[in-house]
């Protein structure tokens, strides 16, 4: 596999959720979105090995692996 760093930026994120998930009560919300953020981090793994390899895959009708996206589950899984 390769990591560029939307997959990095993904995984980090599905590690808060999990961390979250962990300790209840730290931030149920992050919790939460574990299925929206697997999504986006499936996503990301999949352009980056279409990048990688030079395949054309086509598009995703509802890409998750997107700035938006990110800034959103940001919001709800702050760092720190």
Do not use: Y
């Not at 990095?8 to 979250?20: D, P």
């Not at 149920?28 to 090995?49: D, M």
């Not at 895959?57 to 509802?62: M, R, V």
């Amino acid at each position: 596999m390769v990591e560029d760093l939307s997959v990095e930026h993904a995984m980090v994120l599905f590690g808060r959720s999990l961390t979250a998930l962990q300790h209840p009560g730290t931030n149920e919300g992050c919790a939460q979105s574990r299925k929206e953020i697997s999504l986006i981090l499936a996503h990301c793994i999949r352009e980056s090995l279409g990048k990688s390899w030079g395949v054309k895959l086509g598009e995703l009708a509802d890409n998750r692996c997107t700035e938006a996206q990110f800034n959103a589950i940001r919001k709800i899984c702050p760092s720190g």
